[in-house]
């Protein structure tokens, strides 16, 4: 069973970038089954769809983030990463690792959710 | 972007009883809706996809409907464990999109 976990600072400061990793155990993350979602939460808000990218190397993007935002894979380390430029106060929240199933038979086999990286922009 | 729209934004409900949750898409979605599960202080838990299929391991209490634009997320027999917020998905078209959630509370 894949299992996903967050890794990155804790506290960004305004205008820098932020930089997230998810690593994927469990299971090889260049399968075509799934999407590699990252997913954000604001202090007390609902979820925020920020990107997708698929093993081929497509990637989907917010469109209010998309110039800031750059998803990659490195499949040598299991790893899914995830870059937002010029971060402010808006960017502060958790941000989450998640799939979603590129068909419809794969989705019983999605792992669950990254707990989640709590990000604080801040100088 | 398909806009998606949830109601209530809070339900009250007792302990045994059942509660109806709707999400409502700008567009038709051919049946590529999910239903999560958040608590407090942890990451969403996938309830159901493709409109009403049940993820694994999450109990039969626990139901999907609708078709096109107007989904439903029945919770029968509920349980302590299942006061929490509920948030619908659609992953019909990019970009992904949520619903703003609704908070299902004691009563």
């Known amino acids: 069973q894949l299992q996903l976990q967050e890794s990155g600072p804790g506290l960004v400061k305004p205008s820098e970038t932020l930089s997230l990793t998810c690593t994927v155990a469990?299971?090889?993350?260049?399968?075509?089954?799934?999407?590699w979602d990252w997913i954000r939460q604001p202090p007390g808000k609902g979820l925020e769809w920020v990107g997708s990218i698929y093993y081929d190397g497509s990637t989907y993007h917010n469109s209010s983030l998309k110039s800031r935002v750059t998803i990659s894979v490195d499949t040598s380390k299991n790893q899914l990463s995830l870059k937002l430029t010029s971060v402010t106060a808006a960017d502060t929240g958790v941000y989450y690792c998640a799939t979603h199933g590129a068909y419809d038979v794969v989705w019983g086999s999605s792992p669950d959710w990254g707990q989640g990286t709590r990000v604080t922009v801040s100088s | 972007e398909i806009l998606m729209t949830q109601s209530p934004d809070t339900l009250s409900v007792s302990p045994g009883e059942r509660a109806t949750l709707s999400c409502r898409a700008g567009?038709?979605?051919?049946?590529?809706l999910a239903w999560y599960q958040q608590k407090p202080g942890q990451a969403p838990r996938l309830l159901i996809y493709?409109?009403?299929t049940r993820a694994p391991g999450i109990p039969a209490k626990f139901s999907g409907s609708g078709s096109g634009t107007d989904f439903t997320l029945t919770i029968s027999g509920l349980q302590s464990e299942d006061f929490a917020v509920y948030y619908c998905?659609?992953?019909?078209?990019?970009?992904?999109?949520f619903g703003q959630g609704t908070r299902l509370d004691f009563k």
């Open positions: 493709q409109t009403s």
């Open positions: 567009q038709s979605l051919s049946n590529n």
């Open positions: 998905q659609q992953y019909n078209k990019w970009p992904i999109t």
């Open positions: 469990g299971g090889s993350i260049n399968t075509d089954k799934f999407y």
